[in-house]
């Protein structure tokens, strides 16, 4: 007797973007619980090196343990900031909110500083002109600033400095983005420029500038 091995009924091969969709769903449900579960140690380390910070400043000759308790407290605040930053970008979009492209972009700016240390690049930031405010979803937004930064210093070689900047003007206002030539759109930007389009907004990629443009509503 053969031995003849079927495939259950009713599954199908998954489709890889439905794969890769769920991949991501599941990764924002675990980073979110994982977030909160260090959060709560890392409040009571907190509270507990400020009771010892207190006793010691009691104590004759305690500079120099102070000293070293106030380094901790500083990589400990450091910590608690990249935790904070994990939990944005790992919460559920609650639809559209006013903003201001330069809020978005800032809210992200220390995880692309991140990226750029580990790449040994740098990155400079500024903005100028008055934002204007605008009802848009957090997170696609984010998104897009995301794709376009990182894209850009996916070409920058070690050592250069990509130029990062959000100018306000009448009615809208422009993220700029100056750095390597793209050799031609990759995944990240036609995703950034799917999703402006979806949020009322406008990708675009010249050369070595990526943009991304938002319509503003009240100042």
């Known amino acids: 007797m053969s031995d003849i091995r079927t495939e259950p009924p009713g599954l199908a091969v998954a489709d890889p973007l439905a794969v890769r969709a769920n991949k991501l769903e599941l990764l924002e449900r675990l980073a979110d619980a994982l977030a909160h579960e260090i ?7 907190v509270i507990n090196l400020e009771v010892l910070k207190r006793r010691l400043s009691r104590l004759e000759g305690g500079d120099e343990v102070q000293r070293y308790a106030g380094v901790l407290g500083e990589e400990l605040d450091r910590v608690s900031r990249r935790i904070d930053l ?9 639809g559209s909110e006013e903003t201001t492209l330069s809020e978005l972009v800032e809210e992200v700016m220390e995880l692309v500083q991140l ?9 400079e930031y500024h903005t100028a002109g ?9 997170q696609p937004a984010r998104q897009i600033v995301l794709n376009l930064v990182l894209d850009a210093l996916d070409a920058l ?8 900047s959000v100018r306000g003007e ?3 206002s422009v993220l700029l983005i100056q750095g390597p030539a793209a050799e ?33 509503g009240r100042i």
């Open 39 to 45: 959060k709560n140690p890392l409040h009571s380390m």
């Open 184 to 216: 031609s759109a990759g995944e990240r930007t036609s995703v950034a420029a799917a999703l402006a389009e979806s949020v009322g907004g406008r990708v675009e990629v010249d050369a070595a500038e990526r943009s991304f443009t938002l319509p503003g």
């Open 86 to 94: 994990l939990l944005r970008l790992s919460r559920p979009d609650r």
């Open 170 to 172: 009448t009615g809208r």
């Open 157 to 164: 070689p070690p050592g250069e400095t990509l130029h990062v």
């Open 115 to 123: 990226e750029a240390r580990h790449r040994e690049a740098r990155v």
């Open 130 to 138: 008055t934002m204007s405010r605008v009802t848009v979803g957090r």
